[in-house]
């Protein structure tokens, strides 16, 4: 049979080449078909997903602080931030809070207005909420913060005066139960004048919104007094000096009979035992910041007699049996709160409103739902202790008070009830 070749050899390559056709248009459309199938999750991982509360998980709440664990400010800071993790500890123990534990990250600034900056930017997306930062220099620093980052802080210990001035909208992030220092000064330099005869004050101070606001409010009472009395020293330092006897000579050149203090605790307790030095004893008052027990110790036996307030929200261990029932606690909790049982209750008491605005946040807990939460704080007293405590949508300050107390025999004794002022914001 005769076979023309080259047709042979074509149709061969024809049929193959149509076989290759067909496989590649069912590979195209296989492809085209895993190709879909690949993009639909990608689409579908595009869509928003609800969106996780910063420090809040099924079984955990996270909570941050910055505080001076070192340097000036560690007297008041380390105490504290004690007071806070043993309250925390108190209510783990119980169970949390709707089925929530609680924890504390805390922060060392050193009394550091840009290391607390510092601090607050690597937690911002770790916590819930801050508590109890401290100090003034480092709170106006940070004041911009919370409601950029939209971060209720819960108490800070500062002059209240820098979130009164605030707009508005950037006041619903801050929470307070701190007294002003400036109300704090018209009172004891109106009591000085009008209960203790004083004459001629002089006013120690430290040198930034602490110091200042109180020296506002020693002039301000002096303006109020009619000449009964007058300012015959200012004298202020730096946070960061440690000699102070230059300024102990000034003060008894001026001649005062009284002596305003309004210091870091350690710088308190050097002026007071260069004073010892010279033979100078005016009649001394204290800020509030400065009536923890441990003054006794490191001031010297002149601290005796010494005219202080407490805080309005607690009450004086020793001579207020609910505070001396949840020192109690916290010194079990924590063995070297011992003999700093005063700054122990005001970190400890920072945690109980906090821990009362999460309960009212119930258990779809947010940032929101816990500034709404605080909100609805009334007349709060907790444990027994302190005047009470209103938080309000329109009132972030809830108490702006102090204990008037005198130091004898290693506690501060009220000399009467708790002088309350007006909220700030």
Request: charged letters at 20%; glycine letters at 10%.
């Amino acid at each position: 049979m005769w076979i023309n070749r080259p047709l042979a050899r074509n149709f061969w390559l024809w049929i193959a080449a149509g076989c290759l056709l067909l496989a590649c248009s069912k590979a195209e459309e296989s492809g085209s078909a895993r190709t879909l199938e690949a993009r639909a999750p990608a689409e579908k991982s595009a869509r928003p997903l609800a969106q996780k509360t910063p420090g809040v998980s099924a079984t955990e709440i996270v909570l941050g602080a910055t505080t001076p664990l070192t340097g000036p400010g560690a007297g008041w800071g380390v105490p504290i931030s004690g007071g806070m993790q043993a309250w925390i500890d108190h209510i783990n123990e119980r169970g949390g809070i709707h089925g929530r534990e609680l924890k504390l990250i805390v922060k060392d600034d050193a009394y550091n207005p840009a290391r607390a900056l510092a601090n607050l930017q690597e937690m911002k997306d770790e916590v819930l909420a801050v508590v109890g930062q401290l100090g003034s220099a480092p709170c106006a620093a940070a004041k911009d913060f919370f409601p950029e980052n939209r971060i209720p802080l819960i108490h800070a210990y500062a002059n209240v005066e820098i979130y009164a001035n605030q707009p508005k909208e950037k006041q619903r992030y801050y929470f307070s139960i701190y007294p002003d220092y400036q109300d704090e000064a018209v009172f004891w330099t109106t009591y000085a004048v009008n209960e203790l005869g004083a004459k001629k004050i002089a006013h120690f101070y430290q040198n930034d919104d602490y110091g200042m606001g109180a020296n506002a409010g020693v002039k301000k009472a002096l303006e109020s007094v009619s000449g009964k009395a007058t300012l015959v020293a200012e004298v202020p330092y730096e946070a960061t000096e440690r000699a102070v006897s230059t300024h102990a000579l000034k003060l008894k050149e001026s001649g005062a009979d009284t002596l305003m203090v309004t210091a870091l605790m350690s710088t308190a307790a050097l002026i007071n035992k260069e004073l010892d030095k010279i033979a100078y004893r005016p009649r001394l008052i204290a800020s509030f910041p400065l009536s923890d027990t441990a003054m006794f110790k490191i001031a010297g036996a002149s601290w005796e007699g010494t005219y202080v307030g407490l805080s309005g929200q607690m009450g004086s261990p020793g001579a207020d049996p609910a505070a001396d029932r949840v020192a109690a606690i916290l010194v079990a909790k924590n063995e070297k709160l011992k003999g700093r049982e005063i700054l122990a209750l005001f970190g400890a008491g920072t945690i109980m409103h906090l821990a009362e605005g999460l309960k009212n946040a119930g258990k779809d807990l947010t940032r929101e739902s816990l500034i709404k939460g605080m909100e609805m704080i009334r007349q709060f007293r907790p444990e027994g202790m302190g005047a009470p405590v209103t938080y309000a949508p329109n009132r972030h300050h809830g108490i702006n008070a102090i204990l008037p107390c005198q130091a004898k025999g290693g506690i501060n004794r009220p000399l009467g009830d708790y002088v309350v002022f007006d909220p700030k914001f």
